[in-house]
C-alpha cells in the first residue's frame, strides 16, 4: 500500500537544455507533474550562472529525476540517500558494485535507432553508405554506428566509418573541417550517411557545402534527435530520427512518484527507442536536372510558411509562369501550387504531432489563412483529420 504524502513532493530535475533529447524528457516530466502534481520543482538546466542545489536536505528534497552530467552533480546524488531517476547513465552507474546501480534508470535504445537508420536507407535503394559518430565517440554513438553497419551487412553492404579524432580536432570544428571534407569527397557516390546527432548532421551538410558536394544526390545525410531549429535551417533541411524520450520521461516521473510514496522498491530501466524518421529535403533523392525547378524547389522550401505564392516563385527564377508550370508538370508531375501546399502541409504534419500548438494556430504558423481550407487539403491527402493524426501521433 502507497505511503499517503502529508506534504507537496520537492523534486530536483535535472535536464541539460543544451540537448534535444533533454528537452523532450522535461517536457514529459512537466506533463506528468500538470497532470498528477503538485510537484515542487527545482530545475537545474545547465546554464552558466544558475543557482544549484548544493544542500537538498535543507531544500526539503524528496526526489531526483534527471541527468547526472557532471561530476559534482554525482557527489550531490550519492550523499543524498533519496529516491531517484537516473536518464541515461553512462554504463559505469549500472555496474554491479557501483553505488549508484541500485537506483532506476532511463535509457536510450541506441541500437535500435541505426537498425531504423539502415532499414529508412535501405527502403531507398542505396548501394553506399556511411558513418559519422560524435567527437568524442561516446558509447552511445559508437554503438549506434555500429548497428547500423551490422544491419547493413545483414543486407549485403558495407558501411565507411569516419575514423576517431586526434584531441586538437575533437576541441575545435575549425582544425576538424579539412578532415572532415576530404573524407566525404573520397566517398563513393551517392552515399547514405547517419550522423550520430543532429549537430554533428549540421557539420557533415556544412562540410558537404564546402567540399562541393550536392546534398541529397552525392550525400543524403539523416541526423538523430531531430531538433527542429537545427534540421528546419540547414540546407537543404536534414531529415532526422525523433526518439521517444518524451513518453519514457513521463513514465520515470510516475515511477519516482511511486518511490516517494514508497509504494515500490522496485528498480525500473525503462527504455525509449527510435519513433520514426521525419524526411526532409537532405535524404530526398530524386534526380532533378532541370536547374530552374530546382532553384524553384529551394525557393519553396525555404519560403512556403511565409505566404509566399506562384507569383513569388515565378519571380525568383526569372522564368514565364507557363515556362515554369511547364518545367515543373515534365519533372515533378505537379504543379508549382502543388508543391508549395506540399511543403506547407509537411510542416503541419511536424506540427501536429511534435507540439501541442491549436491547430489554427498551426494553420496561420504554416502560411495558410483557411483553417476549413486546410482541413480539406490534409483529409484529400492524407485519408483523415487534422485531429485524428495528432490523436494517434
Not at 11 to 25: G, N, T
Not at 177 to 188: G, V
Not at 366 to 387: A, I, P, Q
Request: charged share 25%; proline share 4%; hydrophobic share 40%.
Amino acid at each position: 500500500m502507497s505511503r499517503t504524502l502529508k506534504k507537496t513532493p520537492q523534486v530536483a530535475m535535472l535536464l541539460p537544455m543544451s540537448v534535444k533529447v533533454s528537452r523532450d524528457m522535461r517536457r514529459g516530466i512537466l506533463r506528468y507533474v500538470h497532470r498528477h502534481g503538485p510537484w515542487g520543482l527545482h530545475i537545474i538546466e545547465g546554464r552558466e550562472g544558475e543557482q544549484k542545489l548544493t544542500h537538498m536536505k535543507e531544500w526539503g528534497c524528496t526526489g531526483i529525476i534527471g541527468r547526472l552530467y557532471t561530476p559534482e552533480l554525482v557527489g550531490i546524488a550519492l550523499t543524498s540517500k533519496l529516491p531517484m531517476v537516473i536518464m541515461d547513465p553512462p554504463d559505469a552507474f549500472t555496474h554491479r558494485g557501483h553505488p549508484l546501480a541500485k537506483h532506476s534508470i532511463v535509457r536510450s535504445d541506441t541500437e535500435a535507432v541505426g537498425q531504423m537508420a539502415a532499414d529508412y536507407f535501405l527502403a531507398r535503394k542505396f548501394t553506399h553508405y556511411a558513418f559519422v559518430g560524435e567527437v568524442h565517440d561516446v558509447w552511445w554513438s559508437v554503438r549506434r554506428g555500429a548497428a547500423f553497419a551490422q544491419r547493413l551487412r545483414e543486407a549485403g553492404f558495407g558501411c565507411h566509418l569516419y575514423g576517431s579524432l586526434p584531441r586538437e580536432k575533437q576541441d575545435d570544428a575549425g582544425l576538424e573541417r579539412d578532415r572532415l571534407c576530404a573524407w566525404l569527397s573520397s566517398l563513393p557516390k551517392p552515399v547514405a550517411l547517419l550522423a550520430a546527432m543532429d549537430n554533428r548532421g549540421r557539420q557533415v551538410l556544412d562540410a558537404c557545402a564546402w567540399a562541393g558536394l550536392a546534398v541529397p544526390d552525392d550525400v543524403a545525410v539523416l541526423g538523430v534527435d531531430n531538433d527542429e531549429d537545427l534540421c528546419e535551417t540547414t540546407t537543404p533541411p536534414m531529415s532526422s530520427i525523433l526518439l521517444d524520450a518524451e513518453h519514457a520521461s513521463y513514465e520515470a516521473a510516475h515511477h519516482l512518484e511511486e518511490l516517494m510514496r514508497r509504494a515500490t522498491r522496485k528498480r525500473r530501466v525503462i527504455v525509449y527507442g527510435p519513433a520514426h524518421v521525419v524526411s526532409r529535403r537532405s535524404t530526398e533523392t530524386t534526380q532533378i536536372a532541370d536547374i530552374t525547378v530546382l532553384r524553384a524547389l529551394e525557393f519553396i522550401a525555404l519560403n512556403a510558411c511565409s505566404g509566399i505564392g506562384v507569383p513569388d516563385v515565378v519571380r525568383h527564377v526569372s522564368a514565364s509562369r507557363r515556362g515554369t508550370e511547364i518545367r515543373f508538370r515534365e519533372t515533378l508531375g505537379h504543379t508549382v501550387l502543388d508543391e508549395i501546399q506540399r511543403v506547407r502541409l509537411e510542416r503541419v504534419c511536424t506540427l501536429l504531432r511534435e507540439t501541442n500548438l491549436p491547430i489554427g494556430e498551426i494553420v496561420r504558423a504554416c502560411g495558410f489563412d483557411s483553417e476549413s481550407h486546410v482541413s480539406t487539403l490534409f483529409r484529400r491527402r492524407f485519408g483523415r483529420t487534422m485531429r485524428d493524426f495528432r490523436r494517434n501521433r
